[in-house]
Nanobody, 118 residues
């Protein structure tokens, strides 16, 4: 199983980035896919999730600025990030979760750095 993130980088405040996470080795469409982030000295936090059924949810601090989407034909989940602020600086991780018959399968990507700075 592999989750490979891409699209991170350095951007000025107010700018945009689009992260991608390509999954392999899993039945991608069956998994709830999420983006988490971890800033230096802070705990990892959930940013956004899109369920296998297509429902989305966001942490309050990114609502209206970030959009999560998925393309099951490409086994890829995206995070469009607009109006980026310095507090969005973090390592962003892709997450895949599938639960069946009380057993949970969970996988993580290696992370991609997003730095928002002038």
């Amino acid at each position: 199983v592999q989750l490979v993130e891409s699209g991170g980088g350095l951007v000025q405040p107010g700018g945009s980035l689009k992260l991608s996470c390509a999954g392999s080795g899993i039945s991608f469409s069956s998994y709830d896919m999420g983006w988490y982030r971890q800033a230096p000295g802070k705990q990892r936090e959930l940013v956004a999730v899109v369920t296998s059924g297509g429902r989305t949810n966001y942490t309050d601090s990114v609502k209206g600025r970030f959009t999560i989407s998925r393309d099951n034909a490409k086994n890829t989940v995206y995070l469009q990030m607009n109006s980026l602020q310095p507090e969005d600086t973090a390592v962003y991780y892709c997450n895949a979760v599938f639960t069946i018959l009380g057993k949970t399968y969970e996988y993580w990507g290696q992370g991609t750095q997003v730095t928002v700075s002038s």
